[in-house]
Protein backbone atom coordinates (compact mmCIF):
# COMPACT_ATOMS: atom_id res chain seq x y z
CA UNK A 1 0.00 0.00 0.00
CA UNK A 2 1.37 3.03 -0.93
CA UNK A 3 1.89 5.66 1.89
CA UNK A 4 2.41 8.39 -1.20
CA UNK A 5 -0.70 10.56 -0.32
CA UNK A 6 -0.73 9.33 3.22
CA UNK A 7 -3.13 6.54 5.04
CA UNK A 8 -6.59 5.71 3.91
CA UNK A 9 -8.78 6.30 7.01
CA UNK A 10 -12.19 4.16 6.56
CA UNK A 11 -15.42 4.45 9.39
CA UNK A 12 -17.00 1.56 10.17
CA UNK A 13 -20.20 1.07 11.93
CA UNK A 14 -20.71 -1.98 14.59
CA UNK A 15 -24.23 -4.28 15.40
CA UNK A 16 -25.09 -1.69 17.53
CA UNK A 17 -24.95 1.65 15.84
CA UNK A 18 -21.34 2.45 17.10
CA UNK A 19 -18.83 4.14 14.78
CA UNK A 20 -15.17 3.70 14.84
CA UNK A 21 -12.74 5.82 12.01
CA UNK A 22 -9.88 2.64 11.29
CA UNK A 23 -7.05 3.28 9.64
CA UNK A 24 -5.76 1.11 7.03
CA UNK A 25 -2.90 -0.70 6.71
CA UNK A 26 -3.07 -3.54 4.04
CA UNK A 27 -5.20 -5.62 2.27
CA UNK A 28 -4.58 -9.16 1.14
CA UNK A 29 -5.38 -13.05 -0.23
CA UNK A 30 -5.15 -15.77 1.57
CA UNK A 31 -6.86 -19.20 0.56
CA UNK A 32 -8.95 -17.11 -1.51
CA UNK A 33 -10.61 -14.84 0.93
CA UNK A 34 -9.66 -11.34 0.87
CA UNK A 35 -8.62 -9.66 3.73
CA UNK A 36 -8.22 -6.03 5.41
CA UNK A 37 -6.25 -4.99 8.48
CA UNK A 38 -6.33 -1.97 10.50
CA UNK A 39 -5.63 -0.16 13.45
CA UNK A 40 -7.79 2.57 15.47
CA UNK A 41 -7.16 5.92 14.06
CA UNK A 42 -7.36 7.58 17.37
CA UNK A 43 -5.52 5.65 19.20
CA UNK A 44 -2.63 5.97 21.00
CA UNK A 45 0.54 3.20 19.78
CA UNK A 46 2.05 3.36 23.73
CA UNK A 47 -1.12 2.11 25.00
CA UNK A 48 -1.31 -1.64 26.32
CA UNK A 49 -4.54 -2.03 24.45
CA UNK A 50 -3.14 -0.87 20.45
CA UNK A 51 -3.87 -4.05 18.47
CA UNK A 52 -4.30 -4.70 15.34
CA UNK A 53 -7.94 -5.37 13.48
CA UNK A 54 -8.39 -7.77 10.94
CA UNK A 55 -11.45 -7.96 9.18
CA UNK A 56 -12.88 -10.26 6.22
CA UNK A 57 -14.36 -8.50 3.05
CA UNK A 58 -17.29 -10.20 1.99
CA UNK A 59 -19.88 -9.71 -0.75
CA UNK A 60 -23.46 -9.11 0.26
CA UNK A 61 -26.21 -8.12 -2.26
CA UNK A 62 -23.34 -6.74 -5.04
CA UNK A 63 -22.41 -4.50 -2.09
CA UNK A 64 -18.96 -4.97 -0.55
CA UNK A 65 -18.61 -5.15 3.53
CA UNK A 66 -16.29 -6.01 6.04
CA UNK A 67 -17.00 -8.78 8.69
CA UNK A 68 -15.27 -10.66 11.60
CA UNK A 69 -13.58 -13.16 11.21
CA UNK A 70 -15.29 -16.03 13.19
CA UNK A 71 -12.89 -19.20 12.83
CA UNK A 72 -10.01 -18.88 15.46
CA UNK A 73 -7.48 -20.52 13.33
CA UNK A 74 -8.51 -18.45 10.41
CA UNK A 75 -8.11 -15.21 12.38
CA UNK A 76 -4.33 -16.52 13.31
CA UNK A 77 -3.62 -17.42 9.77
CA UNK A 78 -4.22 -13.92 8.67
CA UNK A 79 -2.62 -12.44 11.55
CA UNK A 80 0.52 -14.38 10.58
CA UNK A 81 0.74 -13.18 7.12
CA UNK A 82 -0.16 -9.72 7.50
CA UNK A 83 3.06 -9.89 10.19
CA UNK A 84 5.44 -10.97 7.48
CA UNK A 85 3.74 -8.96 5.15
CA UNK A 86 4.60 -5.51 7.85
CA UNK A 87 8.20 -6.54 8.98
CA UNK A 88 8.92 -7.46 5.40
CA UNK A 89 7.83 -3.91 4.20
CA UNK A 90 10.31 -2.89 7.12
CA UNK A 91 13.18 -4.43 6.63
CA UNK A 92 13.10 -3.55 3.03
CA UNK A 93 12.94 0.33 4.10
CA UNK A 94 15.80 0.28 6.44
Do not use: C, W
Not at 36 to 62: S, T
Amino acid sequence: MSEEYGPDFVTVTDDEGNEFELEHLGTLEHKGKEYMAFVPADMDEEDEDFGLILLQVIEQDGEELLADIDDENELNEVYDRFMEDLFAEEDEEE
